[in-house]
């Protein structure tokens, strides 16, 4: 069965560089074992990567031994619904790439806070500025 995106299309890859998603496949994938939710394509922001910090999630800090480069400004990166939900209703949320942000995310996030952060992410997102 292909995974469905919050559009009701084909989930799409959301990076490889850095490689994301829990199953670090590329993709927004979920399943039992991911029990954060990383369902949410994001586009990260400096104000983004510091809220998480902020709330004790440091995506800015790599973690070899569990193969995390830590993230930059345009870095995409399958985020968890709660965090990504907290930094939005912080005044801080991500960029989110929807056909890449699987439909369960809309278990705990409305789509019309994922559309009001909705991007187009071109070839090169390290161009991006926000």
């Given at each position: 069965?292909?995974?469905?995106?919050?559009?009701?299309?084909?989930?799409?890859?959301?990076?490889?560089?850095?490689?994301?998603?829990?199953?670090?496949?590329?993709?927004?994938?979920?399943?039992?074992?991911?029990?954060?939710?990383?369902?949410?394509?994001?586009?990260?922001?400096?104000?983004?990567?510091?809220?998480?910090?902020?709330?004790?999630?440091?995506?800015?800090?790599?973690?070899?031994?569990?193969?995390?480069?830590?993230?930059?400004?345009?870095?995409?990166?399958?985020?968890?619904?709660?965090?990504w939900l907290r930094a939005h209703l912080d005044g801080a949320a991500?960029?989110?790439?929807?056909?890449?942000?699987?439909?369960?995310?809309?278990?705990?996030?409305?789509?019309?806070?994922?559309?009001?952060?909705?991007v187009d992410v071109p070839e090169d997102p390290g161009s991006l500025?926000?």
């Amino acid at each position: 069965m292909t995974e469905r995106n919050v559009l009701g299309g084909e989930l799409e890859s959301c990076g490889f560089d850095p490689l994301t998603g829990f199953y670090r496949d590329g993709c927004c994938n979920t399943g039992p074992e991911d029990l954060g939710s990383h369902t949410i394509c994001a586009v990260v922001t400096q104000e983004f990567l510091d809220h998480q910090r902020r709330i004790g999630n440091d995506l800015i800090t790599p973690m070899p031994a569990y193969g995390f480069p830590g993230l930059v400004p345009g870095d995409r990166w399958c985020v968890t619904a709660i965090n990504w939900l907290r930094a939005h209703l912080d005044g801080a949320a991500a960029f989110v790439v929807l056909a890449s942000t699987h439909e369960r995310v809309l278990d705990v996030v409305p789509l019309d806070a994922l559309r009001e952060h909705a991007v187009d992410v071109p070839e090169d997102p390290g161009s991006l500025t926000a």
